[in-house]
């Protein structure tokens, strides 16, 4: 709390000075923000959506590598992985999944250059050659459709031009860590037609240490690239064209193991053992004294969460290939637009899962899907009273997964009768769900914006969905020998959704508006391992009913900008991700809360006080409760939603100040969060503390702005990074997923 009180005073007390002093100072006006948050470009100050917008410099001035590196940069975003190249699970508002397994869609759609990513697998591509970055919080059923009930991320790549051009930026530190990303491009024989080709290199050693081999691991290894295309032979018609292509071949993720089983009476927290796991769990004073083990018997004595003794180091390796064509042609009055994505990607990651030296729970996820989509939109053109969209979406999605549990390997006694020494029935053995999953999606969809009058606008959109999924499943032993059962089922989810809104003009800087928006999330089957068919649904669509206020202005000749929104969520079927225990062993199910109600408030305040000193705050006030909610004989019945944290900031400010020879560039920033927890059921166990994390950066730039060098840091104050905690808790372990330690080092940058 002490960090948090002290960056909030010195943001806050910046802020002040900005506004006192902003008229008497030589600053410059904030600069507009366009965004396409609504399908077309607009001013992010004219558009009735809560949303943020990062540009290309300030991801890489705050080390924005990937989706995950947006975790706490916007009010009410949180983001965690349990995986080092794959499946992040996002937050906004408190409204996510905490599913990682292939088939669940997030509450929150990731977009790039205006393709819906389906797969979570593809969701971690390393961020590179970026143009914009926007967050839009709140559903966004209408003109991003389903999978949009917590909200949506828009990333959006650069474009060729005509203009030739070339960009590199290189960071090395700590962990012998390198990011080598950069571009170029221009035209290809005439102004018609141009081209641009990017790429990304990404590696370092790892920050964390096997104490058995004394080699690290959590380490990366990115490679990408992406060629674009550009034609435009008239002012009426845009052809974009792109391929891209991704490889992450670093390490499975090393977790940290808690051990939670007391071993002497001095140790246990209560004096009976747990009635569910049949033994009495540790104090928390005495996880790492050595009287505290897991099933088999390990105990970890060290308090430090990036060591422990890991019987091997897997690999995660993800391919991703990408195609997008984007056609727009100008009819005078209204624009047709037409966007085609193709999405294929390969996992195969061999992970350590139970982080021991002794062979309880291990997994291999497998999995390949592709997604090919199609949208055509019309929409009108210029500023006249009536401004409108209309479109039809189509996609179709092929998913396939065999991936496996190798479930307490070392309890396996081979016999002449059973050589593999597997025993199902008492959960000893290699678990498998291959499956293979077919969806096919239609949309319909349309929104007006009409000027009542010069201040009042009234919006009004509605969209028609429709997923049909087939699914084959089943649930294996010993590598498909045993066959414990086979489902196959096909549903179709349906739905509409739909925005109503009004927006008043205070005046040319200032506007409030309040909106209704109806938001859906796709019902589906469970793909997750299980040995009963019940398990697998199919569950029902997620609904939301959604009002929000908010007002945007700008003061002192837009020196100040003042974004306030407050929030109200009634959700139905919420869908919930829980784990239980099941016959010794850990379960997971996805199923559907009754209610939850959601409710709060944001601010996003930019200043620019004096000449070359830039100022955000952004702030979130949050209560995410289940309503009713009953599961297996539990109540989670007023429980906080996981990842929800009540109070959560973000800032930064920035300096710019001319040098005899080039310009001083610094930075620093900062994110906080307060209390979370990562299970539905509260577990005090399962929870981490407020946290606040501090970044920065010092440079020098010449030649002006072609090139700049300095220093970085991030995690200033070495905080400690959990990401997650997992319980295991039937073997008698939970297991922390942590993020990067402190780090640093120097940076280079050059464009032409």
Not at 345 to 373: C, H, M, W
Request: hydrophobic share 35%.
């Amino acid at each position: 709390m002490r960090k948090l009180q002290v960056l909030a005073g010195v943001a806050s007390a910046a802020m002040v000075a900005a506004a006192g002093q902003a008229m008497a100072q030589e600053a410059t006006a904030l600069e507009e923000i366009v965004v396409t948050a609504q399908k077309r470009s607009e001013n992010l100050q004219d558009v009735p959506v809560s949303v943020t917008a990062f540009t290309a410099d300030q991801l890489k001035n705050q080390r924005v590598g990937d989706v995950l590196a947006l975790s706490g940069l916007s009010p009410g975003l949180q983001i965690k992985t349990d995986d080092n190249a794959a499946n992040p699970r996002i937050f906004i508002r408190g409204i996510g999944v905490n599913d990682f397994n292939p088939s669940t869609a997030s509450a929150v759609g990731v977009y790039l250059d205006g393709v819906y990513v389906a797969s979570p697998m593809a969701q971690m591509a390393g961020f590179y050659d970026l143009q914009q970055v926007e967050v839009l919080r709140g559903p966004q059923g209408t003109l991003y459709g389903r999978n949009t009930t917590g909200g949506a991320i828009n990333v959006t790549t650069k474009k060729p031009s005509n203009t030739p051009g070339a960009d590199l930026a290189v960071d090395y530190g700590r962990f012998n860590s390198l990011n080598v990303q950069g571009g170029f491009g221009g035209p290809l024989g005439g102004d018609d037609l141009s081209f641009r080709i990017s790429g990304l290199y990404d590696k370092s050693d790892g920050y964390t240490l096997n104490r058995l081999t004394g080699n690290k691991g959590n380490d990366a290894d990115r490679k990408a690239v992406r060629a674009a295309l550009r034609f435009t032979p008239d002012d009426k018609l845009t052809v974009d064209v792109s391929v891209n292509y991704s490889k992450s071949s670093g390490g499975s993720i090393l977790t940290y193991n808690r051990s939670l089983i007391a071993q002497t009476p001095e140790a246990a927290s209560t004096a009976l053992p747990d009635p569910t796991f049949g033994y009495s769990f540790c104090k928390p004073s005495y996880y790492t004294s050595g009287q505290c083990t897991n099933a088999a018997g390990y105990a970890n004595t060290s308090n430090n969460k990036y060591e422990g003794d890991y019987r091997f180091e897997g690999k995660d390796i993800v391919k991703l290939f990408g195609a997008t064509t984007s056609v727009s042609y100008d009819f005078d009055g209204v624009t047709l637009y037409s966007v085609t994505g193709y999405q294929s990607a390969k996992r195969d990651d061999l992970e350590e899962t139970d982080a021991n030296p002794v062979s309880i729970f291990g997994a291999r996820y497998i999995a390949e899907q592709d997604t090919t989509s199609q949208e055509l939109r019309l929409q009108s053109n210029g500023a006249t009273a009536l401004r409108w969209v209309a479109g039809v979406y189509a996609a179709r999605d092929n998913l396939d997964n065999n991936s496996h549990y190798d479930v307490l390997d070392v309890m396996r006694v081979p016999t002449p009768d059973n050589p593999t020494g597997m025993d199902p029935a008492n959960s000893v053995g290699v678990f498998g769900w291959p499956l293979h999953q077919k969806t096919t999606s239609y949309a319909a969809f349309g929104q007006a914006d009409y000027d009542l009058n010069d201040r009042l606008t009234l919006t009004a959109g509605l969209r028609w969905s429709q997923d049909e999924k087939t699914f084959h499943y089943v649930s294996d032993v010993d590598y498909g020998l045993i066959t414990l059962f086979t489902l196959d089922d096909s549903k179709i989810f349906s739905s509409v959704s739909g925005r109503l809104g009004l927006q008043y003009k205070l005046s040319e800087d200032a506007n409030l508006y309040a909106t209704y928006n109806r938001g859906t999330k796709s019902g589906g089957f469970f793909s997750g391992q299980t040995t009963d068919p019940a398990d697998i649904g199919p569950y029902r669509d997620e609904t939301v009913n959604a009002y929000e206020v908010g007002a945007k202005s700008e003061f002192l000749d837009r020196r100040l900008r003042v974004n306030v929104s407050a929030f109200y969520y009634d959700y139905k079927d919420l869908q919930v991700y829980t784990v239980i225990q099941r016959n010794g062993l850990p379960v997971q199910l996805f199923t559907n809360a009754s209610a939850a109600r959601v409710y709060g408030g944001e601010a996003e305040i930019e200043a620019r006080p004096m000449k070359g000193l830039s100022l955000t705050l952004g702030a979130s006030l949050l209560s995410a409760e289940y309503k009713d909610f009953q599961s297996l004989g539990n109540d989670y019945s007023g429980n906080t939603l996981p990842s929800a944290p009540k109070v959560s900031l973000n800032g930064a400010a920035r300096y710019e100040h001319p040098l005899p020879t080039g310009d001083l560039v610094s930075q620093i920033d900062f994110t906080y969060r307060s209390k979370v927890y990562y299970d539905t059921a509260n577990t005090e166990r399962l929870s981490d503390k407020e946290r606040a994390f501090v970044n920065g950066q010092v440079g020098w730039r010449l030649a002006d702005g072609r090139y700049e060098l300095g220093v970085w840091g991030k995690n200033l104050f070495d905080t400690t990074n959990i990401s997650d905690i997992t319980p295991i808790a039937a073997f008698g372990f939970d297991v922390f997923s942590m993020g990067p330690p402190r780090a640093y080092g120097v940076y280079f940058r050059a464009k032409y």
